[in-house]
């Protein structure tokens, strides 16, 4: 039964879970007691850390008096505001926001003083925000005088901070939240140290609702019977890897020189080897009967007629193994995928156990430089082959095809020529290892075709089916490949039995029942990431008990229990009780704990964050400041860093609308996806680790490429295959994150560019300033049909419509300062076939720009805008919720703090971990 509550801020899952669950495992409602799941309504007061920060235009501070004319501001705030506010605002701000014109659905001739609640705030902090980030009034208008100004944001300031001191313990809600699915993957593998490489229990959970690509919001992470399904199942699957039993699986050894498999690919692998083998044979057969005709002894010529029937024999022996190699042409992100993937046919069904696996193939790189034009079958001449081993499941598909899951474990740089290679890989129950050339053809059938036309032409042959050519290319024509003799597999090993999840588990290296209670409360401990109460423990125990009583092995009992336990809202939520103290707003240990650990390594805490909240010592600023660097030197923190960026930038997005095929052939040759995300991921990890300023994101002169981006990015620097190097950008147009491919890609439509498209995302992820939706009645613009004239030409007149151009004049100067770049971030100064490329712009403050080098100095100029933004985002993140106007006053605060300490990346993510907001519920 799912109980929804609809709070203010969003729909909270109110689980009555535990009947349903033990339903599913075999226990009658009856024989359980429901366990208490409430929405817990909390304050998540603001703090007051001090006024307001004022701002000026383009980062010029206006004078730091707040009121010059004192006649003004005599009297009361009544007073004030009518004499003060109301002519400013009617003279400057109700011409495109008062009763005849709402300009961005805001109307400032209905403001009253006092104020009377939230939404008035939010009102008034908008006027504020506006004047303070020099947007309004626009330059196309009069401008106030900067002391008129400067009173107003004065005033402004004062009476916010007044009525957030007034309303501070009144607002605010605590949402519970549940694991999203990465968390929850990341939590299970360190709960139970599992590998999950290749494993993921989610599979099959409904998506994420996300909001502003964030997904990790409370108020939108709701819980459905469905899913409460998915968790069983999840559950069943995780604790069948935690605690599997407790024999060792014996290790075996299989060795494979035939059988292989490649799809409908393999009969044209089959025909060509036959023909190979018949080739070879027959030529030896010539020599054997030269061999006859010369030799007159009788014993001699027997021996030579016997040789014959022999190598006859073993050649129809083999025939009945063939294919005997896998042979690879393509890479895996080609069209067809002929000739991508190769795997043991015997050994489809996988492994019999998890377990580590040593594999040693006899490969064979072959024609690396074929006698053709350079890079002819669109592979990269000048790399070493390069072999990937990843891993299958036939219950998820076919073995020859991309499968949902295959991670790469292996890689193997080859030598020109056969060579051995071997690797230890951690293979799951039921997964066989398959290979696959990553740098292989991006057109291997039609190069294959072209030339085996040729040759065949060449020895007089006509194709007599439609295939002939394409078989006889890849017989003779000596285009790249990949060829894999044999294949042995060992295992599996374990570097230690009872492994460490086995001994925790079961409180030893063997079972005993009578452990069970210690057992459960260590566990639950550990999975609710704080004490478990009495009750919580007894209604564990209670299920195995149960289990017992119906007959079920003890074991399989307890591991019942702790399925249960994993389906259970102390682990599936983040619980985020207060201290024990009464007057206390503050979170309790255990939960500032969680907090952190969910930002920074979005997973459980480790021991030694347990055993500081256990102590009671987060409370103290200084422990969570060393807690913050240590969890930051910790691999754990690439998650963080890789989790916030697929959120921030919505890199999560990237691949989703794939560039075309033809027209961006090396987005595919050089698997450019998952480089673009990892240059962007080292550029953040380095201003993280180096303590650089956050300016560095909008402009610096350095960025990270392998050789796959250094082509794309027409860098002149060595860089070896897939190895990523730092390298310096100054002068051209890399550099920051507006430079690099992956948000020059993820902001195109994988066909063209549209101005409107970037204008609009710069706005909501660098600027903090999102448009409003546009009018019902305007027709958008397609970017894909753009007829004779330019974009340019097309957007000029869509912003003809006045009802488009208030918008538009924001929008499009930014997403025109990007055009030089196309649908995958490779630079361009012309259209196909479109005319030049004309980035210039000017931008709503009056700064102009004709390249993109300008257009990020213009941004430089409103770095308190993109500092903002950027704040706000990464405090989002951390709490789970939205910021709303109570968290204000503590942003401006960081802020503040942030520009002292030269608006450092690191600094920032720390003084947001000890602000007051973060420890709060």
Not at 151 to 167: C, D, S, Y
Not at 186 to 193: C, E, P, Y
Not at 491 to 502: A, E, I, L, S
Not at 840 to 850: E, K, N, Q, R, V
Request: aromatic share 8%; glycine share 6%; with cysteine.
């Amino acid at each position: 039964m799912i109980l929804f509550c609809r709070w203010k801020q969003g729909v909270i899952a109110v689980a009555l879970l535990m009947p349903l669950l033990f339903w599913q495992i075999g226990l009658s409602a009856s024989n359980f007691s429901d366990p208490e799941i409430g929405s817990k309504s909390g304050v998540r007061p603001s703090s007051n850390s001090g006024d307001s920060s004022v701002v000026g235009k383009s980062d010029e501070n206006f004078p730091n008096q707040m009121f010059e004319d004192e006649s003004l501001i005599s009297g009361s705030t009544d007073d004030q505001f009518n004499r003060l506010i109301v002519p400013f605002l009617k003279q400057h701000c109700y011409k495109c926001h008062g009763s005849k014109e709402r300009e961005a659905d805001r109307r400032f001739d209905l403001l009253e003083f006092p104020l009377a609640d939230d939404d008035a705030l939010i009102e008034f902090q908008d006027v504020l925000d506006q004047l303070n980030l020099g947007e309004m009034p626009p330059n196309s208008e009069p401008q106030p005088d900067v002391a008129e100004t400067t009173q107003v944001i004065g005033w402004l300031t004062a009476e916010i901070a007044k009525f957030q001191n007034l309303r501070q313990g009144t607002g605010g809600e605590t949402v519970l939240r549940r694991l999203n699915r990465r968390e929850y993957v990341n939590t299970v593998s360190d709960l139970l140290r599992l590998n999950t490489t290749g494993f993921d229990p989610t599979v099959g959970f409904p998506a994420d609702q996300k909001i502003d690509h964030l997904d990790n919001q409370g108020h939108a992470l709701v819980t459905s019977g469905f899913l409460l399904d998915k968790y069983l199942e999840a559950a069943d699957k995780i604790m069948e890897k935690a605690l599997p039993g407790l024999v060792k699986p014996e290790v075996q050894e299989w060795s494979f020189a035939g059988g292989f498999q490649q799809g409908e690919f393999t009969g044209f692998v089959t025909d060509v080897e036959l023909r190979e083998k018949t080739e070879r044979y027959l030529s030896k057969l010539r020599g054997t009967f030269r061999s006859l005709a010369k030799v007159t002894e009788p014993s001699r010529a027997a021996a030579i007629r016997d040789r014959a029937t022999t190598e006859f024999e073993n050649m129809a022996n083999t025939a009945e193994q063939i294919p005997t190699q896998i042979r690879l042409y393509e890479h895996p992100r080609s069209q067809r995928h002929v000739g991508s993937y190769g795997y043991v046919s015997d050994f489809a069904n996988g492994v019999p156990h998890d377990g580590y696996y040593r594999i040693v193939l006899e490969a064979e790189a072959l024609n690396r430089v074929p006698p053709y034009e350079k890079n002819y079958a669109q592979t990269r001449t000048e790399e070493l082959l390069i072999l990937g081993l990843v891993t299958g499941d036939v219950k998820e598909g076919p073995l020859h095809l991309p499968q949902k899951i295959e991670p790469e474990l292996a890689r193997f740089e080859l030598a020109d020529g056969k060579q051995k290679v071997e690797a230890r890989v951690w293979l799951h129950k039921g997964t066989t290892p398959r290979f696959i050339y990553v740098n292989g053809s991006h057109r291997a059938r039609a190069a294959h075709i072209e030339i085996g036309t040729i040759l065949m032409e060449a020895a007089g042959l006509k194709p007599q089916k439609g295939n002939d050519a394409y078989a006889y290319g890849l017989q003779h024509a000596k285009l790249p490949q990949i060829r894999i003799n044999s294949v042995f597999v060992r295992g599996p090993v374990y570097d230690k039995w009872p492994t460490r999840t086995q001994v925790e588990l079961l409180g030893g290296t063997a079972f005993d029942r009578s452990r069970n209670r210690a057992n459960v409360t260590s566990f639950l401990t550990r999975a609710y990431r704080r004490k478990p109460t009495a009750d919580e423990i007894g209604r564990i125990l209670h299920v195995i008990e149960a289990r017992e009583s119906q007959g079920i092995a003890p074991l399989d009992a307890y591991r019942d229990g702790l399925k249960a336990a994993l389906c259970s809202p102390g682990f599936l939520y983040l619980d985020e009780p207060l201290t024990d103290t009464s007057t206390s707003r503050r979170l309790s240990d255990y939960a500032i704990a969680a907090r952190l650990s969910y930002f920074l390594w979005s997973s459980m805490p480790d021991d030694i964050l347990f055993s500081l909240a256990t102590d009671g010592q987060l409370s103290d600023p200084k422990v969570l400041a060393n807690q913050f660097d240590r969890m930051l030197a910790d691999p754990k923190s690439d998650r963080f860093v890789r989790d916030f960026l697929a959120s921030w930038l919505n890199l999560d997005a990237l691949g989703s609308t794939p560039p075309s095929l033809n027209a961006f052939k090396e987005y595919y040759i050089d698997d450019l996806a998952p480089a673009m995300k990892e240059e962007t991921f080292l550029f953040t990890r380095h201003l993280l680790d180096e303590e650089m300023s956050i300016d560095r994101f909008i402009n610096c002169d350095f960025t990270f490429v392998n050789a796959g981006l250094a082509r794309l990015y027409k860098l002149d620097v060595a860089t070896d295959g897939s190895a990523f190097k730092k390298v310096n950008t100054a002068g051209g147009p890399r550099g920051g994150l507006l430079g690099q491919s992956s948000v020059l890609t993820v902001t195109a439509n994988g066909i063209d560019t549209s101005p409107v498209v970037r204008g609009v995302w710069l706005l909501e992820n660098i600027l903090g300033t999102p448009p409003n939706p546009p009018p019902p009645d305007v027709e958008p613009l397609d970017p894909d049909i753009r007829g004779a004239g330019t974009i340019r030409e097309q957007i000029e007149k869509h912003r003809n419509n006045p009802a488009c151009a208030s918008c538009h004049n924001k929008i499009d100067p930014l997403g025109f300062a990007l055009e030089n770049f196309d649908a995958i971030g490779r630079y361009r100064s012309s259209y196909r076939q479109r005319g030049k490329v004309d980035s210039s712009g000017i931008l709503p403050s009056g700064d102009s720009f004709a390249t993109v080098s300008e257009f990020k100095n213009c941004l430089l100029k409103q770095r308190s805008k993109f500092a903002k933004a950027l704040t706000k985002k990464l405090m989002t993140y951390s709490l789970g919720r939205p910021v709303d106007i109570s968290d204000r006053p503590e942003i401006d605060a960081i802020l503040t703090d942030l520009s002292k300490n030269n608006n450092q990346f690191r600094y920032l993510i720390k003084r947001i971990v000890l602000s007051d907001t973060f420890v709060r519920p």
